[in-house]
Structure formats: C-alpha cells, structure tokens
C-alpha cells in the first residue's frame, strides 16, 4: 500500500521540483474558463459533481500547494479548447477528461473534504435550476 505524504499517495507523489509558475498560470487559466465550461455542459457531462468539488478543493486555501498543483493541473486539461479527444464527439468526448479527473481525485483523496463535495452538489443544482432548457427548433422557424 502507498504511504501518503501531504495527503499524496507515493505513488503518485509531484517530482521534488514543482513549477510555481506553471501552476500560478494554470490557475489563472481555470478560474478564467472553469465556470463557462461548466455551464456549457451542465447536461452533457456525468462527472461535473467531481469537477466541482476538485474546483473547490484546489481554491481552498487550506489546501497543500502539491495537492492544488496536481488538481489545476487536472482542471486545466477538462477546460483546454482542445484535447486528446475532442469535447464534442459524441459519448466519448469527455472520456479523457474523466479520466484525468477521476485520476487526480483518487492521487489527492485526503484533501478533498465534504465540505468541497457538498458545496458542489449545492452549487451544481443551482446551476441546473438557472440554466433555462434549450430551445428545439420549430417547423418553418
């Protein structure tokens, strides 16, 4: 069994050099794209409770700086324009990033509390409950 440091596993633990600039422009870029994204696919995508929730684990001060690197890292490749399988294939456009995501959750497990699950889960039916239906086109309109 991998032992944990700083609520990392060792087997999946950041080599001992970690980039801060690259992380600092990585978090500029999620919370730039994050909540668009979100709620272009707030139908669409089965994983957007976890999304959420490793949103708020990687903002939460409280949080370890190796921990919030691997999740802006994670968060930054589910809102890139353009990935290794792209976002609007049908079924299988998100799979990478599920992937990804379900990976870094599992690498920073300890850290993401239930305080950042339930306020995804709050913050993720208000934002069904806002977004109006999508329009069908009409015959002749």
């Known amino acids: ?25 990585n978090e500029r870029y999620v919370r730039r794209r ?22 708020f684990c990687a903002t939460d001060p409280q949080t370890p700086f190796k921990a919030k690197a691997i999740l802006m890292a994670a968060l930054a490749y589910f809102v890139l324009p353009a990935d290794s399988i792209p976002d609007w294939l049908i079924a299988v456009g998100f799979v990478d990033d ?25 913050t993720l039916r208000k934002e069904q409950q806002m977004k109006p239906p999508e329009m069908k086109p009409t015959a002749g309109g």
């Open 34 to 55: 994050f909540w668009n994204t979100l709620r272009a696919n707030l139908h669409r995508i089965p994983f957007l409770e976890q999304a959420l929730a490793a949103f």
């Open 1 to 25: 069994m991998p032992i944990a440091t700083d609520g990392i596993t060792e087997a999946a633990a950041l080599p001992t050099v970690i980039d801060p600039v690259r992380v600092e422009r």
């Open 98 to 122: 599920a992937a990804v995501l379900a990976t870094t959750i599992q690498t920073v497990r300890t850290n993401l509390r239930p305080e950042h699950e339930d306020r995804a889960r709050a």
